[in-house]
C-alpha cells in the first residue's frame, strides 16, 4: 500500500488549497470529499474577496489586513474568475454617523497596500448612476472597492493544480473512519457505490468544514480543544433591480448589512442573513422569515419592490465559525485557528476561516505540517497563477481578446463565457476546433459537448449539479429540463465504460 504524506478530508476551499500549497512542495496528497467539490460552505458563500468591512466595528483590524493583502494576491493568481468590484453604501442618517464611515474607509484603504484596486470616494447620488435605483431619500453616499470570485470553480481550481503537481483528489468519496496505526494514520474511505478502500498516511488534516468538529469527535473518536459554531447564511436571486456594474453595501437597522450585487448578466444576487444553525449542515436551507428579511432590507433602499413571490433562485450554506462565546451570530470572528496534535502521526484541525484568506490559512497549516514530514521547502503559492490564470499582466480584457481573434468563429457571448470559466485553459476545451460543428453536439443552448466532456475528464464533475450550479451558473440561463438532458448525457458517455469492467 502506498504511503502518502498527507491525507487531507474534505473538498472545500481550505482542504483543497491545503492540497495545493502541500502538492507544490513535494509532498505526496491525497484528498477526499463525500460530495462534489465546493458542495457545501464554499460554494454557498457571498461570492466576495474583501477585507471584511464590518470587522472594522468588531477591532478585528489583524482579520481586515490579512484578508486585504490576500485580496490582492488572488487578484493577480486568478484574473478569470476574481474581479474588482465597485461597492456603494448609501447613507442613512439614522445609522451609523458619516464621520465614523469616512474613518472606516480609510482604514480600510490603507491597512493594506494596494495595487490592483482604487480607493474609497464619497458621491453624490444626484450624478452618480448608482443613486437612480435608490429611493429619493438617499442623498450621498461612499464607493469603495473590493473583488468577486466565483467561489465555487475557485475551489476546483486548487484541486486542479494540487492534481496536476501529483496529489490524488478522491470525490464523492467519504472518510468512514481513520485512527493511528504505529507512524500513520489509516483512513477507511467508501465510495459512492459502497465500496472502501484504506489510505495510509504519514500526516492526516482535518478540513472538514462545518464536520470538523464531528469527525474529531465521531470517527477520531479523540477530544478538540476548540469548537465551532454554525451560522447560517442564506441568499436570493431576483431578476435584476439595476443596470449598471456597481454593488450595493446596505446598513440595516439591526446593524446588519446585507450586499445586492450585478448577478449572471441578468440577475441581482441579494444576501445573507446570519442565523444560528443546529442541524445536518447537509440539509441547510432557507426559510420564509429569511426570504421576507431580504426583501424588506431590499425594499427599504430601491425604488424597485420585491416580494418572495419574485424570488427566482436561493442557496444557503453553514459557515463553520471558531466559536468566540459572540452574543450574536453576526459578531462571531471570521478568523481561523489551526489546532496540530501531535500525540503520535500528526493531526492538523481546521477551525473557521473565511473564503478570502484560504491561501493564507493554507500556507500556515502546510508550514505547521512539513516540516514534521521532513519537508523544509520555501512557500511558493503568493506568486503562482491558478490554472487558466496565467495571463501576461493578470490582464483579461487583453487576453479575451485575443481569444475572439484567434477564434473569430466563437460567439461573443460564449467566447467570454469560457474566458471567465477556464482562462487560458480554454485552449484545452477548444482543441483542433475550427468551428462550432468541431465543439460537438449543442446539448443545450450554448452548452457543447467539448465542454461538458471538459469539465468531466478535468474537474470531476459527475452530476448535473455539479456542471448547472458550481462548475457554472448556467442552471439560471437554461430550460427547466436542462438537469435531465445532462444527466441523459453523462449516462449514455458512461454506459461503454460500465460495459467494458462489468
Given at each position: 500500500m502506498k504511503v502518502y504524506d498527507l491525507m487531507v478530508i474534505g473538498g472545500g476551499i481550505n482542504g483543497a488549497g491545503i492540497a495545493r500549497d502541500a502538492a507544490g512542495r513535494g509532498l505526496s496528497v491525497a484528498l477526499c470529499e463525500k460530495d462534489d467539490l465546493a458542495s457545501h460552505t464554499s460554494s454557498a458563500s457571498t461570492k466576495l474577496i474583501h477585507g471584511g468591512l464590518r470587522y472594522l466595528e468588531y477591532y478585528e483590524f489583524g482579520l481586515v489586513r490579512k484578508a486585504l493583502q490576500e485580496r490582492e494576491v488572488l487578484l493577480k493568481a486568478a484574473p478569470h474568475i476574481i474581479w474588482p468590484l465597485r461597492f456603494v453604501m448609501p447613507h442613512a442618517r439614522d445609522?451609523?454617523?458619516?464621520?465614523?464611515?469616512?474613518?472606516?474607509?480609510?482604514?480600510?484603504?490603507?491597512?493594506?497596500?494596494?495595487?490592483?484596486?482604487?480607493?474609497?470616494?464619497?458621491?453624490?447620488?444626484?450624478?452618480?448612476?448608482?443613486?437612480?435605483?435608490?429611493?429619493?431619500?438617499?442623498?450621498?453616499?461612499?464607493?469603495?472597492?473590493?473583488?468577486?470570485?466565483?467561489?465555487?470553480?475557485?475551489?476546483?481550481?486548487?484541486?486542479?493544480?494540487?492534481?496536476?503537481?501529483?496529489?490524488?483528489?478522491?470525490?464523492?468519496?467519504?472518510?468512514?473512519?481513520?485512527?493511528?496505526?504505529?507512524?500513520?494514520?489509516?483512513?477507511?474511505?467508501?465510495?459512492?457505490?459502497?465500496?472502501?478502500?484504506?489510505?495510509?498516511?504519514?500526516?492526516?488534516?482535518?478540513?472538514a468544514g462545518p464536520w470538523v468538529q464531528s469527525l474529531i469527535e465521531d470517527k477520531l473518536a479523540m477530544p478538540s480543544s476548540k469548537s465551532i459554531r454554525l451560522v447560517k447564511g442564506s441568499h436570493i436571486v431576483v431578476k435584476k433591480i439595476f443596470d449598471h456594474a456597481f454593488a450595493y453595501i446596505f446598513q440595516n437597522p439591526d446593524k446588519r448589512i446585507i450586499f445586492a450585487i450585478p448577478y449572471e448578466k441578468d440577475f441581482t444576487l441579494i444576501g445573507t442573513t446570519d442565523v444560528e444553525y443546529h442541524g445536518d449542515p447537509a440539509q441547510v436551507a432557507i426559510d420564509g422569515d429569511e426570504i421576507q428579511y431580504l426583501c424588506e432590507m431590499s425594499n427599504r433602499y430601491f425604488h424597485s419592490q420585491i416580494t418572495p413571490a419574485d424570488v427566482l433562485s436561493t442557496y444557503s450554506g453553514v459557515r463553520p465559525l471558531l466559536d468566540d462565546a459572540s452574543d450574536n451570530a453576526s459578531s462571531v470572528t471570521r478568523d481561523y485557528a489551526l489546532e496540530l496534535d501531535q500525540q503520535g502521526a500528526p493531526l492538523l484541525s481546521v477551525f473557521g476561516g473565511k473564503i478570502t484568506t484560504f491561501r493564507k490559512l493554507a500556507e500556515e497549516a502546510v508550514d505547521k505540517i512539513a516540516p514534521l514530514l521532513g519537508c523544509g521547502k520555501a512557500t511558493w503559492t503568493a506568486e503562482a497563477p491558478l490554472p487558466g490564470g496565467d495571463m501576461p499582466g493578470a490582464d483579461f480584457g487583453r487576453f479575451l481578446q485575443g481569444l475572439r481573434q484567434r477564434h473569430s468563429w466563437l460567439p461573443a457571448a460564449l467566447a467570454e463565457r469560457w474566458a471567465r470559466a477556464y482562462g487560458t485553459r480554454v485552449a484545452k476545451l477548444i482543441g483542433q476546433a475550427d468551428s462550432l460543428a468541431g465543439l460537438g453536439a449543442e446539448v443545450l443552448p450554448g452548452l457543447y459537448e467539448a465542454e461538458l466532456q471538459y469539465l468531466v475528464d478535468a474537474e470531476w464533475a459527475k452530476r448535473s449539479e455539479d456542471i448547472l450550479w458550481r462548475r457554472s451558473k448556467l442552471k439560471l440561463h437554461l430550460p427547466a429540463n436542462a438537469a435531465e438532458v445532462i444527466d441523459a448525457w453523462l449516462a449514455a458517455r458512461a454506459q461503454p465504460r460500465e460495459a467494458l469492467s462489468a
Open positions: 445609522q451609523r454617523p458619516e464621520w465614523m464611515i469616512r474613518c472606516g474607509l480609510f482604514l480600510y484603504d490603507h491597512l493594506a497596500k494596494r495595487e490592483v484596486l482604487p480607493g474609497s470616494e464619497t458621491v453624490s447620488f444626484a450624478k452618480h448612476p448608482a443613486g437612480a435605483p435608490l429611493k429619493d431619500a438617499f442623498k450621498r453616499g461612499f464607493v469603495y472597492s473590493d473583488g468577486w470570485v466565483q467561489d465555487a470553480r475557485l475551489v476546483v481550481l486548487n484541486a486542479m493544480d494540487a492534481a496536476e503537481r501529483g496529489a490524488d483528489i478522491h470525490t464523492r468519496t467519504a472518510c468512514v473512519a481513520a485512527r493511528r496505526d504505529g507512524e500513520h494514520w489509516l483512513s477507511t474511505l467508501e465510495r459512492e457505490d459502497g465500496s472502501r478502500f484504506e489510505v495510509r498516511s504519514r500526516a492526516l488534516v482535518n478540513a
